[in-house]
């Protein structure tokens, strides 16, 4: 088991590097900042992990375009690999490595496809976002790129794959299933997480590399934080007794970095507290390019807890 996990590790360690230099050599030739390639490029590659219609990737970029987007709507060829009758049918495709071919399957072509549709827009984030918005006309999932693209920019490195259990270890917190519990405040419903018990003021911390989409009062969550990570899953802090100091909407965080502290807030208007024992609720929510839906974090918690176990014994 540790021989396949070491190989599965270093086979995507070195994706992340020809991913890197993929990404820098299309930046070179059209201009487009390379984090914003990966932002796309990952938010693609998550989007095809939740739609059942799109097929899996075969290389290292994750961008997909139907074959009548490449050759064109009325080209009778959907196999079509040459540029001129592609561009003659008004299709998509173009040739980014020189070979005279334009191959919807070929990762060079691909990205320097999207890189040359969002270069006739500009280069700087207000056009690039035009051009996003332009693309998949929705504004979340347009946010959601520039999240991503914030935080490649900050950290220089698509290596980002830590993660960190949301209280510290040595802190006194206690924690089990509580995902589909039922709820009673504000109407029936189910309980969209895990309640991880601590003291007041216990530190709270992301768990992964992400940007910060949302800090500030929900009447039922009270203070909440909620996080936006590389892989289009956003994390859900609630209940806390305030925010670590500079973190606000559009703050970069890394895994283990407080972003806030145990509380009892909520089921009321802002500054409600006490109303249950203070804890941390914890949630987490996928995204599809059309809808979001939440997901138990219980296995991912108690994964989280273990790795950091085991790295601090180390």
Do not use: C
Request: a neutral charge; proline letters at 5%; aromatic letters at 14%.
């Amino acid at each position: 088991m540790l021989t396949t996990d070491v190989s599965a590790k270093s086979k995507y360690q070195k994706e992340d590097v020809d991913r890197f230099a993929l990404y820098h050599k299309i930046e070179a030739i059209t201009s487009v900042p390379w984090y914003y390639l990966a932002a796309v490029d990952q938010y693609e590659r998550s989007i095809r992990k939740t739609q059942k219609d799109l097929p899996e990737e075969k290389g290292l970029v994750g961008i997909y375009y139907s074959p009548r987007q490449w050759v064109g709507p009325l080209n009778p060829n959907l196999n079509d690999t040459n540029p001129a009758t592609i561009a003659l049918f008004e299709g998509i495709g173009l040739d980014g490595n020189g070979d005279g071919k334009a191959e919807r399957e070929n990762d060079e072509d691909v990205l320097y496809t999207f890189a040359h549709y969002l270069q006739s827009y500009g280069f700087d984030e207000e056009n690039l976002k035009i051009g996003l918005w332009e693309y998949y006309q929705r504004d979340k999932t347009v946010d959601i790129i520039l999240g991503m693209a914030k935080v490649y920019k900050e950290y220089q490195t698509l290596s980002l794959n830590e993660r960190a259990f949301p209280v510290p270890l040595n802190a006194n917190y206690s924690y089990r299933n509580t995902w589909g519990d039922r709820r009673g405040f504000g109407g029936l419903r189910i309980h969209e997480g895990t309640d991880i018990f601590a003291d007041y003021g216990v530190p709270v911390r992301a768990t992964t590399y992400g940007v910060v989409e949302v800090a500030g009062w929900n009447r039922f969550g009270g203070w909440r934080v909620g996080i936006r990570d590389l892989n289009n899953v956003y994390h859900y802090y609630a209940h806390l007794k305030g925010f670590e100091k500079g973190i606000g909407k559009g703050s970069v965080v890394k895994p283990g970095q407080v972003i806030g502290y145990v509380g009892s807030s909520g089921y009321g208007p802002p500054g409600t507290q006490g109303k249950f024992p203070p804890h941390l609720h914890y949630g987490m929510y996928r995204d599809n390019g059309f809808s979001e839906w939440s997901f138990d974090p219980y296995p991912y918690l108690r994964a989280w807890e273990r790795l950091e176990r085991i790295k601090n014994r180390k």
